[in-house]
């Protein structure tokens, strides 16, 4: 049954227009996996994709040094097909690309193009000049190759970037392209024990009489025999065995009793043994083995070609005819059995806190906040930010499980980016207005209030009531009638002061629009003048608190108390009072003087000019007879100057 249904496959294929023996020659180059194939033809970037894969491929790939001398043998063998061509330089395209829109990357070895198809960026890169700056159009990249040399594999040919061409206008020097051609698995080539000749059609229409490796589903075509008298015989490349490709054929091919095995050692992979009637057999060197195809051996030992890659070690199965790949602790078999992949431990959680993957194993670490801690302590411990010495705050730290916070006292706020200052609250200029019925002293991390003179701060620390003695009564309070020293007048009723914030260390004069009336005609200063000081001098008082003190005349005001004046003797008071008064009508005077002397100089400008506008008088000619003046009054030496109104 399977060999009527390789038959059947045969006959099939042998129905191809690519199955044909006299089709012509091509540039292929196959090995591992891929074949490449290179072709002449002024198309576009476009036009040469499609052309590849209309056969099942597409634009060359060459993400390595051994890739590229893979591509490097293709082109060396079309150049071989063709006489050499005019043109020195040539260009092929190959599938690298960068799309409209996406501009250049020159931190990436690949500068932003990509290979078609996908896949990851490589680190392999053979640019012949720095990539052009581009992000309106679409760029492809080709190989630029010089037509005139032969390739050589000490000069991979360089990459090229530019515009990818259209039908119309495929590009400059652009000679052909370059395609690639991936399987599944690979045949090894033939080996004939008599004359004849192979002729190889790969599933991409490429014909080839000389290939390292056939790709899975291609045909043979083995002619036997010179040119006279020929048979011709038709192999197929499958897939015997998973992952095991091999012919449909056994024993020598084209073997002759006239050449024996002094034919190319009789088509044997190892030993050739001739019979006495000319015949002859293929055999094995000791520790391999004859496979079913009669030709070709095997280690008895399958690991001994070494299948497992990295770190994968092979192990033989029972009788030596099978092996696997196995892999050490903390890596697992790849998809294709013969190496080995990392495992990601960290999926399982292994560690307390944070986990991070190495190649093969893995490592706990601690979160931000924490440290490795004992073994008594467990895998992670919290760090005391508050510690003594270390602590970030400018007041108080709190430490926190992995973390900690900052905290003001009384009077202060958090500042800074990080929140570790403390920044003092001014109170006496907070959003409520002043917190102080009069003066108002802020200072770090507090304030006081105080009192202007003649009021002094009540119990709360925060008002102001009329000092013990004080001329000055609180608002709405009865007016003292007066002793008969000023006529029995009444003393004018005063009103509470308001409120006045005072800078940190500096003491502010009080505005007169917010003085006590019986004081409001007059600045009040710091200090009595020596010379009106009363016998009994002011009693100086300090009100009791924390945060609020009154300030009395004759005292800096300090940051966290105040002295208010306090006077018992009410002759102070009154002295006091009579020498504000007699200040005030002295300067009322004064300015009264200025103000009329500034007045007759006016009138006396303005008559002299009048004089000199009127037209003159014919009386003015006469000499007039002076008379005998009358006796008069004495002049008064502030009467008013002849002439003038004043």
Not at 177 to 187: E, L, R
Not at 382 to 400: F, I, K, R, Y
Not at 480 to 489: A, F, I, L, Q, W
Request: charged fraction near 20%; glycine fraction near 10%; aromatic fraction near 6%.
């Amino acid at each position: 049954m399977a060999t009527s249904t390789h038959l059947l496959l045969l006959l099939l294929l042998l129905g191809q227009p690519w199955a044909t023996a006299g089709a012509s020659a091509e540039a292929v180059v196959c090995a591992d996996n891929a074949c490449y194939t290179a072709h002449w033809g002024k198309l576009s970037a476009d036009e040469a994709q499609q052309h590849c894969s209309k056969n099942g491929g597409k634009l060359a790939t060459v993400k390595s040094e051994e890739e590229a001398r893979r591509v490097q043998r293709a082109l060396a063998q079309l150049l071989s097909l063709q006489a050499p061509l005019a043109v020195r330089m040539g260009k092929f395209w190959i599938g690298l690309q960068r799309e409209k829109g996406k501009c250049l990357d020159p931190s990436l070895p690949l500068k932003g193009f990509s290979w078609m198809g996908g896949g990851e960026d490589t680190l392999y890169t053979n640019w012949h000049k720095e990539a052009r700056n581009s992000c309106i159009s679409k760029r492809c990249v080709s190989l630029l190759l010089d037509l005139s040399l032969t390739p050589a594999t000490s000069r991979l040919p360089k990459w090229s970037e530019g515009p990818c061409g259209s039908p119309v206008s495929p590009g400059s020097n652009i000679e052909g392209f370059v395609c690639k051609f991936s399987f599944k698995g690979m045949c090894r080539p033939l080996t004939l024990g008599g004359p004849g000749k192979v002729t190889y059609s790969t599933p991409f229409q490429a014909t080839s009489s000389s290939l390292d490796a056939v790709p899975f589903a291609s045909i043979a075509n083995v002619a036997c025999g010179d040119r006279n008298e020929s048979t011709s015989h038709y192999f197929l490349c499958k897939e015997k065995e998973p992952s095991v490709f091999d012919w449909n054929s056994s024993g020598p091919l084209c073997v002759s009793p006239d050449y024996g095995c002094n034919f190319n050692n009789g088509g044997c992979q190892q030993a050739c043994f001739e019979g006495g009637d000319g015949s002859f057999r293929c055999g094995c060197l000791p520790g391999f083995r004859l496979l079913d195809d009669l030709v070709t051996c095997a280690s008895r030992n399958p690991c001994s070609s070494s299948p497992c890659v990295g770190e994968a070690t092979c192990v033989s199965a029972p009788h030596g005819t099978n092996y696997t790949c196995h892999c050490p602790q903390g890596f697992q078999v790849d998809e294709s059995q013969l190496g080995c992949v990392d495992v990601d431990e960290c999926q399982d959680s292994p560690c307390a806190q944070a986990c991070v993957n190495t190649h093969g194993s893995f490592r706990c670490e601690c979160w931000v906040g924490y440290e490795p801690g004992s073994p008594g302590e467990g895998a992670c411990r919290d760090v005391d930010e508050c510690a003594l010495g270390h602590s970030p705050c400018t007041q108080h730290c709190t430490n926190t499980d992995g973390s900690f916070h900052c905290s003001c006292e009384e009077g202060y706020v958090l500042a800074g980016e990080d929140g570790t200052q403390c920044q003092d609250v001014d109170e006496c200029a907070g959003p409520g207005g002043s917190p102080c019925d009069n003066l108002c002293f802020n200072s770090q991390g507090s304030f006081s209030c105080g009192c202007l003179p003649g009021w002094e701060l009540a119990p709360d620390g925060v008002s102001c009531i009329t000092a013990p003695g004080s001329l000055v009564p609180l608002a709405g309070a009865p007016q003292e009638e007066d002793d008969g020293e000023r006529g029995g007048s009444a003393m004018p009723s005063a009103t509470a002061p308001s409120p006045t914030r005072v800078p940190e260390g500096s003491f502010e004069e009080v505005p007169a629009s917010r003085r006590p009336s019986l004081l409001s005609s007059t600045p009040i200063t710091s200090a009595l003048p020596e010379t009106l000081a009363p016998s009994g001098a002011p009693e100086v008082r300090v009100s009791p608190g924390t945060h609020h003190a009154t300030a009395a005349p004759g005292e800096s005001v300090g940051r966290d108390s105040v002295a208010t004046q306090s006077d018992d003797s009410t002759d102070g008071q009154k002295l006091l009072l009579f020498y504000i008064l007699g200040t005030v009508v002295a300067i009322l005077l004064l300015l009264a003087l200025a103000l009329g002397l500034l007045v007759c100089r006016r009138r006396r400008a303005k008559q002299t000019e009048k004089k000199e506008k009127m037209p003159p008088n014919t009386a003015d000619s006469y000499a007039w007879a002076s008379e005998r003046a009358e006796s008069r009054a004495p002049e008064n030496q502030y009467s008013p100057t002849p002439g003038t109104d004043c």
